[in-house]
């Protein structure tokens, strides 16, 4: 088998998506998402102007070679833009070559582990009253693990409490829009937040919080330890990563969970921390961190230490990525849990996939391939437009903080 073309679809039914498509000799095709959040047209030229000229000719069964040969032979290694594109096109590789064996892609990795993946949802309030509704809400849907975030009094806009019942949208503008924040005013809030949702909710599910790389060391540790009573199932990117570490401080002081690499591109940036013991959930996902092939060496690497995956799947992974992540915690040994954001109806119908909720968990499905394809007709019909993530100020002076 040959491939013969391959194709960048830019669609925005709602929020932007890049997708690569693969097509070959045979009539096989295979898709890949390669959306990165705010950067997407970046991805987009870094494959069509360098790597697809690459691919053409090339034996579609040499998923290997073929990621060794983007990797290596850029010589740049590493980045969101190269991985991300790398990702696309090994996701797409991965399902010609289960649609050329005729079967779900998870059976080519090794096969079911578990009957269901088990997913988070999110539950996004104004206020804590607001947000226990919201949780409890999500409880009702079947949900076996909710992630809350909450709007603090005080503070004028906050991670994780935006437009959408369903889901949650942060590329919000053609030019990015400004958030405040108060370390002290969320602090404070927080642990409340939990003692409220633990007394309504009781103690059948399992509850998440992501705060976004927003603390210092010491304050993360703070947090993690006035969270202790409510028994969370992880905190999520207490601080930024770049100095790894500064996970030792919080590991001291906490037993809360913690849940690191949304935003991690290869095993290097996870190395030190797994190999240390300083994080309980690695949360790279399939499009950016190198595509199914690389996912699974970070995952390898992470059982060795009883670290678990819960991979990245807020709605700007496209169902391209869903799909193929979902294969992918259906076999992976050491699956912890997978977010899930549901996508809108107009992105669901650009992206026709196999995959399906039930009772808090996914299925992936069982055609061949990752069981996600494109309509690009429809796709036409919904042009790329301009959005950025939001950036933060600190609330008092002004003084530029993490988003
Ligand atoms: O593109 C950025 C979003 O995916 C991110 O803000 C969502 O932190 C996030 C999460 O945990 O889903
Ligand atoms: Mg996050």
Sequence with gaps: ????????????????????????????????????????LSVASYLQDHVIPCLIGRDPHQIEDIWQYLYRGAYWRRGPIT????????????????????????????????????????ANGSDIEHTVDEVLRYADMGYKAIRAQSGVPGIDKVYGVGR??????????????EHDWSTEKYLRHTPKLFAAIREKLGWDHHLLHDVHHRLTPIEAARLGKDLEPYRLFWMEDATPAENQEAFKLIRQHTTTPLAVGEIFNTIWD????????LIDFIRTTVVH????????????LAALYQVRTGSHGATDLSPVCMGAAL?????????????????????DAVFPHAYTFK??????????GHGVDVDETIAKKYPYQRAYLPVNRQQHDGTLWNW
């Design 289 to 300: 961190a190198g595509g199914i092939s690389h996912l699974r060496r970070i995952a390898d």
């Design 164 to 177: 959408g019942t369903m889901f949650y949208e942060p590329a919000d503008a053609d030019l990015p829009s």
């Design 270 to 277: 996870c190395k030190d921390l797994i190999e240390n013991q």
């Design 83 to 122: 991985m991300t594109a790398i990702a696309a096109v090994d996701t797409a590789l991965w399902d010609i070559k289960a649609k050329a064996a005729g079967l779900p892609l998870y059976q080519l990795l090794g096969g079911k582990s578990r009957t269901g993946v088990m997913v988070y949802g999110h």
């Design 327 to 347: 294969h992918f915690d259906l076999w992976v040994p050491n699956f912890g849990i997978q977010e899930y954001m549901k996508h809108t109806d107009e992105t």
């Design 359 to 368: 009772e808090g968990f996914m299925y992936p499905g069982d055609v061949p």
């Design 1 to 40: 088998m040959k491939i013969t073309s391959a194709r960048i679809i830019v669609c925005s039914p709602g929020r932007n998506f890049v997708t690569l498509k693969i097509e070959t000799d045979e009539g096989l095709t295979g898709i890949g998402d390669a959306t990165l959040n705010g950067r997407e």
